[in-house]
């Protein structure tokens, strides 16, 4: 069976974080907020986070806050609660938290949340579950959840729970792994677990492992490496993940890696991106890879990163 | 980022990239500066248009058209033409990015947004998401705009229903149609719109519908969960029910108030030890209940009043909600005969999660008979180690002797009329059953004998009271045998619906009610799961080693546990025994020789009540003498799952957590802790 090859991943990563001209990077140059967690909780999962220059990664991150306490995806763009967490969750990796104002940030959180529990990614009103669990997991990290509505938070993302034990973006949405995890992250994170139907869905989920040892997202579509953190990582926190093939699963993540210029791709032979990098390390250290530090399934940060938070102090 | 083949970068290609990425930064930086400064005029709007045609996920391009759209209708000028027009170029931009990537989020919201305004015509719509739809069948975003659609056109579910029927018919493998399917006809069946209103009448149908898709191809995933919704239909009653209770009905419970056990498995009566003055009503509801307390179930007795008894939910955090919930009767020291009659849902108010309330009152009773603590019992000295000894063990595979009728039946039998309302699901599962065996017949698969297991599954549950046996048990095992060996992938799976359906078969016979044991053996079974706690409420020792259990989820529903091994499992992490910090009897313990330490993922963090799941406060600071000492970070599981238990014994070696400063971490968790791993502490 090949090995993950840790140093080409880590160069590759430090690569793709300094060349901004491929057309590539300018095309996904809206959401490097994201990209920056990708790539850093991936590099701390291989034991390299101290490769990069903090001081500049944090300098970077502030330039990207506006004044509403948001964050956008790069210098110049709209703030989104999807690059907010981001740019928290990259804080706590190094843990400079303190460098925010998390009343700012906290006011941004709660502004978005809806009448009915729900959230909006930005003031322009798109509402779906993921939101809900970027708000959830972001409040969670800055210790103050209790400024959002939990109990309606909880009931709206129930009411997209569906008759196959999943969940979807909005109410009557189709179950779809990514949904999932977010719904079941954000039930683990305000303790509401006993409202799923963990056999149900876990039944689903393992479904998603096909012939070839990959998963996928939902029924009869191809496999593909994010879903090794989207799927596996639901299974975990509602304690089924033993019912996937887990070998097989690490063989399949293993043959995405590009083993001469480092990276992983979403299918064996296919171009590698970080995004993907980053789901099949963080897959493989749910699945008890050696070598790596154990990454948390709810917050999709480092365990000790997540001790840090809650235990010091 | 999906999809591209990896090839080796050649110089043309890179500087071709190049050239495009110039070009894409300088259309940015150009778009920029017209956002920044909100300029909003003809030509900035148009290369906003190229811009999100290039990249339709530049999110800010968006925001900035709904900021121009906005600029534009405050303009006095404007009127209704112009404002069509304004927003049927919108539209445009829209589908021109869907044509890029028609799982834009961005382009999805901004056609929304602009509809929403009222403006622009909705029929069009529909004809879009047909060509959507046509294009890709499972596209997320067209079904989920579909949805937005149907209900500002108010179209009716009928219709909706229908056009999942057409998809369908085009396309069996359309997981998304029959997902759509399903929602709809929840829908019609809880508002029991017309030609909804019969179950009975609907879900044949459906079955039949269903059958195509999944026996043309009993590969494909898309008809399976479909057809699990539709048994889930045809067995679920809406109302909740008693499953189990504890005490039995008719039953006799000696409370015994000392600590040794005197051999009373030989005496008529169930004994308790109770060293606290008071036993558990434990009732097992067959679905999550609330609303159970001391008005909606009465308890009367000669030596209690009812309203000071408090009904707790056996649940996670403070959920009000649970299928077990428990009371605790104090009983007098002196010597007592007396009966206790127990009335569930007499009056309303147990209702269950989805609404339904509980509608078949049922009432038990059973004598409690008190025995005072004797003088002599005293002198034995209580750090004796109490083991599960042999000899206390009703042995597992021994049958019992006399033909016994289990206390269950005697409740349900007041359930009369829901029976004969219930025949048309047992038409409905013996007519699957034949279809599915006869599939069988033509070919072996999976999704064959998954069903068929639980269609015979469901069959026998539904016959239960009045049979007195599960009729397919051995079919069913031999079942999830075959896909052990057939689909070895997700073996574990069917290991575990396995050993609840073993456990299932053999508790069948077993009553509290006559025989009085309190033990149970249930060693060496394979067992990867534990279930039928309906059946198991009256077992004070549990033998459970040499199993493969690596999870005791619903363990907690066994309030009389007092011993407990788990010796010789799979149990791997601390959090792993939080069911057990609702079993206030529990006093042994054994879980040597698991597995807790070896891993570094917990797969049982977020079942469990903790700080990270925001279900407890800051207790941690609150108890200076143990936190002072204990290094928090490493050790916060084994004070969140420890420091509520009641234990006089533990035993915890051959687990790799299990060193010197771990045992004595422990040791100041719990200071009652009398005997850990066989050594016997001051």
């Known amino acids: 069976m090949a090995e993950l090859a840790v140093d080409k991943h880590v160069k590759y990563i430090l690569a793709v974080e300094k060349n901004k001209d491929s057309f590539e990077s300018v095309v996904m140059d809206h959401l490097r907020m994201n990209g920056a967690y990708w790539g850093l909780t991936a590099l701390d999962l291989l034991g390299k986070l101290d490769s990069v220059n903090v001081d500049e990664v944090i300098s970077w991150i502030l330039k990207c806050q506006h004044e509403s306490g948001g964050f956008s995806g790069n210098i110049g763009h709209d703030p989104h609660i999807l690059y907010t967490l981001s740019a928290v969750q990259v804080l706590a990796l190094f843990n400079k938290l303190d460098v925010l104002d998390i009343d700012k940030v906290a006011t941004y959180i709660t502004g978005l949340q809806n009448e009915d529990g729900s959230f909006s990614g930005d003031m322009w009103g798109e509402v779906d579950t993921r939101f809900s669990y970027i708000a959830i997991c972001c409040l969670s990290i800055l210790c103050c959840l209790g400024k ?67 998963l996928n997202g939902r029924p009869e579509k191809l496999p593909d490496v994010c879903y090794s953190w989207w799927v596996l990582s639901s299974l975990i926190m509602i304690d089924r993940v033993h019912w996937i093939d887990k070998e097989k699963l690490v063989k399949f993540i293993l043959d995405c890696q590009d083993v001469e210029n480092g990276g992983i791709s979403d299918r064996p032979d ?31 940060l480092p365990v000790d990163v997540v001790n840090r938070i809650f235990f010091s102090g | 980022m999906h999809g591209r083949p990896r090839k080796a970068p050649k110089p043309e290609d890179e500087a071709a990239s190049s050239a495009k990425a110039q070009k894409l930064r300088a259309l940015q930086t150009q778009f920029f500066s ?155 069946f809880d508002k029991k719109a017309e030609g909804f209103l019969l179950k009975e009448k609907v879900l044949p149908e459906e079955y039949e519908f269903i059958h195509q898709a999944i026996f043309t191809d009993p590969d494909d995933q898309s008809g399976w969960f479909y057809h699990l919704w539709l048994l889930d239909q045809t067995v679920t009653t809406d109302s909740p029910l008693l499953a189990s209770s504890w005490p039995g009905h008719g039953s006799d419970v000696l409370l015994v108030g000392d600590r040794c056990y005197n051999g009373s498995a030989f005496s008529p009566f169930s004994a308790l030890h109770s060293d606290s003055g008071s036993f558990p009503i434990v009732l097992y509801f067959n679905q999550p209940v609330r609303g159970v307390n001391s008005s909606t179930v009465t308890v009367e007795c000669g030596f209690n009043k009812n309203e000071d008894l408090l009904w707790k939910p056996l649940s996670a955090s403070n959920s009000q909600t649970a299928r077990v919930w428990v009371a605790h009767l104090k009983v007098p020291s002196s010597d007592l005969h007396s009966t206790v009659e127990v009335s569930v849902g007499h009056t309303k108010g147990i209702i269950s999660t989805r609404g339904f309330e509980y509608s078949h009152p049922s009432m038990l009773s059973f004598k409690v008979h008190v025995q005072p603590m004797e003088r002599d019992s005293s002198q034995v000295s209580v750090a004796e180690s109490i083991s599960l000894r042999e000899e206390n063990f009703k042995v597992y595979g021994k049958q ?44 072996d698969c999976k999704i064959g004998k998954l069903t068929l297991a639980r269609l015979l599954k469901a069959y026998d549950a539904m016959s239960y009271p009045f049979a007195n046996k599960l009729v397919h048990s051995e079919e069913v095992l031999e079942l999830y045998s075959d896909l052990m060996k057939l689909d070895r992938t997700h073996y574990q799976f069917y290991k575990d619906e396995r050993s609840i359906v073993l456990l299932q078969k053999y508790k069948d016979s077993v009553s509290s009610a006559i025989c009085g044991p309190i033990c149970l053996r249930l060693n060496n079974l394979s067992l990867s799961r534990m279930g039928a706690f309906e059946k198991l409420l009256w077992v004070q020792m549990l033998d459970l080693s040499h199993n493969e259990l690596q999870s005791i989820e619903g363990l907690k529903a066994m309030q009389l546990l007092s011993c407990l091994s788990l010796r010789n499992n799979k149990l791997r992490s601390l959090t792993a025994l939080e069911p057990l910090r609702k079993l206030k009897l529990l006093r042994i313990l054994d879980i040597s020789y698991n597995q807790i330490g070896d891993h570094s993922i917990d797969t049982t963090r977020y079942v469990c009540s903790s700080p990270l799941s925001h279900s407890v406060g800051s207790e941690l600071n609150r108890d200076e003498t143990v936190t002072s000492d204990v290094a928090l970070i490493n050790n916060w599981e084994a004070f969140y799952i420890f420091k509520d238990f009641n234990l006089n014994q533990l035993d915890i070696v051959g687990n790799t957590i299990a060193d010197e400063k771990f045992k004595s971490v422990l040791v100041k968790i719990m200071p009652k802790l009398k005997q850990l791993d066989g050594k016997l502490l001051d």
């Open chain 1, 148 to 214: 959002i509505n939990v109990e309606k938070a909880v009931s709206y993302i129930l009411s997209c729970k569906n008759l196959d034990g999943g969940f979807g973006c909005t109410p009557g949405g189709e179950s779809h792994a990514g949904q999932i995890f977010c719904c079941v992250g954000a039930l683990a994170l305000t303790g509401s677990l006993h409202y799923v139907d963990k056999d149900l869905l876990g039944w689903w989920l393992c479904e998603r492992q096909v012939k070839s040892g990959g």
């Open chain 1, 270 to 300: 296919d171009a590698v991106d970080v995004y993907h990098t980053y789901f099949g390390v963080a897959g493989l250290s749910l699945l008890n890879y050696p070598g790596l530090k154990a990454i948390d399934p709810a917050y999709a």
């Open chain 2, 34 to 188: 017209f956002h920044h400064n909100k300029i909003y005029t003809k030509e900035a709007v148009e290369l906003s248009a190229k811009l999100l045609e290039i990249n339709p996920e530049s999110y800010t391009a968006w925001n900035y058209r709904k900021l121009a759209v906005e600029h534009y209708l405050n303009l006095p000028d404007c009127n209704p033409d112009s404002i069509k027009s304004v927003l049927d170029d919108e539209l445009r931009v829209v589908e021109n990015a869907l044509r890029q990537n028609f799982k834009s989020y961005g382009a999805w919201h901004h056609r929304k947004w602009v509809l929403s305004k009222g403006h622009s015509s909705i029929d069009n719509e529909l004809r879009l998401l047909d060509k959507f739809q046509k294009a890709d069948s499972r596209n997320f975003h067209a079904w989920n705009y579909r949805r937005f659609v149907a209900e500002s056109m108010k179209r009716s579910e009928q219709d909706e229903l229908k056009y999942t029927e057409d998809m369908i018919y085009a396309n069996f493998s359309n997981y998304s149609a029959w997902h759509n399917r399903s929602v709809l006809l929840s829908a019609l």
């Open chain 2, 400 to 443: 019992s002797e006399e033909s016994i009728i289990d206390s269950f039946d005697q409740l349900i039998i007041k359930n009369g009329h829901e029976t004969t309302a219930s025949n048309w699901r047992f038409e409905a599962l013996a007519k699957e059953i034949e279809c599915f065996r006869e599939l069988l017949s033509l070919v």
